[in-house]
């Protein structure tokens, strides 16, 4: 499918390098946080989430950083492999609803 | 996974046309919601539904029409079709709103000419 990220931002990475995606969110109130990834063509899947009590959480290669003081959130890939390649959305709850970021358009170089 | 599935994959429609989007989800998640994605402007809320026969209208409704007779079920339909609802569309489902995020589906790209 074509790729709807074309004017996105985008970060180039080389292969077993780590990977730092930011976001800045809008709302000093949000008390929960999610980064999506989305492959072309294909729906956003979940990666990780973190609630506003928690300044970092760790996954399987993820890690996500929440600094609330500038209203910032970071997602890091370590050793980052072609198949990370992919749009990454930050989201943030408003009331019952996600409110998502514009995304980043992540390119793996081998 | 076939837990939530979107129909067509692909449309294309006429100025004026009336389409339905078409979104199934076979977890009997309460939550519901339909976004359209647009070249620099991300996922944007058309509507949400908390459960059968309640739905909410979200950032960008204008133009769409949703219902929720079955909770299995949140068809989104477009009255008539404007160039401007050149879209992917996603439908999403969550058991709890926004805790532990959405699953979505793979999308339906619908082009207006």
């Known amino acids: 499918g074509e790729s709807v990220g074309l004017h996105l931002p985008t970060l180039s990475v080389q292969e077993g390098d780590n990977s730092i995606i930011n976001c800045a969110y809008s709302n000093s109130a949000s008390d929960y946080f999610i980064w999506y990834k989305q492959e072309s063509g294909k729906g956003p899947q979940f990666i990780i989430d973190?609630?506003?009590?928690?300044d970092k959480r760790q996954g399987q290669r993820v890690t996500v950083l929440l600094n609330k003081t500038v209203k910032h959130l970071s997602l890091q890939i370590a050793a980052t492999q072609p198949g990370d390649s992919a749009v990454y959305f930050c989201a943030e709850k408003n009331g019952n609803k996600l409110v998502f970021g514009a995304g980043t358009i992540l390119r793996v170089k081998s | 996974d076939a837990g939530i599935t979107q129909s067509p994959r692909y449309k294309i429609t006429e100025t004026g046309r009336q389409v339905t989007l078409m979104c199934h989800q076979t977890?009997?998640?309460?939550?519901m919601f339909w976004y359209r994605q647009d070249l620099g402007h991300g996922l944007r809320l058309i509507y949400y539904s908390a459960a059968a026969d309640i739905t909410d209208k979200g950032e960008v409704p204008d133009g769409y029409v949703v219902s929720r007779s079955k909770t299995e079920n949140f068809p989104l339909t477009l009255e008539s079709a404007t160039r401007s609802q050149t879209s992917v569309y996603f439908c999403?489902?969550?058991?709890?709103?926004?805790?532990?995020?959405?699953?979505f589906g793979s999308g339906t790209r619908l082009t207006v000419v």
């Open positions: 973190i609630r506003s009590n928690m």
């Open positions: 999403a489902s969550s058991e709890t709103g926004t805790l532990y995020g959405y699953t």
């Open positions: 977890w009997s998640h309460s939550y």
